[in-house]
């Protein structure tokens, strides 16, 4: 069974920095994007960063200069280093994961993490 399993999230003043780690588990034959969606208290959840497995990124325009993503194929662990976090960016962030498992037969999956909360005040 594939998980996602994330990390680093917390309370962190307005102007300060976070990093928030997903790492993957399981019998996984490839992972293709890797990203983070968050979800605010009365909100949709929405897309945050994507990456892809050629390190191709996309971001939220309402994050884009301030965030950051990465991920490392050997460890299966995609990152996001968060600076100049504003209130707004309060949520829980929710790692997800388009992949393909091992063994026989392969599946392709969607999955998703059990989020990480982050709060941004004073």
């Known amino acids: 069974q594939v998980q996602l399993v994330e990390s680093g999230g917390g309370l962190v003043q307005p102007g300060g920095s976070l990093r928030l780690s997903c790492a993957a588990s399981?019998?996984?034959?490839?992972?293709?994007?890797m990203g983070w969606y968050r979800q605010a208290p009365g909100k949709q959840r929405e897309l945050v960063a994507l990456i892809t497995n050629i390190e191709s990124t996309n971001y939220a325009d309402s994050v884009k200069g301030r965030f950051t993503i990465s991920r490392d194929n050997a460890k299966n662990t995609v990152y996001l280093q968060m600076n100049s976090l504003k209130s707004e960016d309060t949520a829980v962030y929710y790692c997800?994961?388009?992949?393909?498992?091992?063994?026989?037969?392969?599946?392709?999956?969607?999955?998703w993490g059990q989020g990480t909360l982050v709060t941004v005040s004073s």
């Open positions: 997800n994961a388009n992949l393909v498992t091992g063994g026989t037969p392969r599946k392709y999956l969607e999955v």
């Open positions: 399981g019998i996984i034959f490839s992972i293709a994007t």
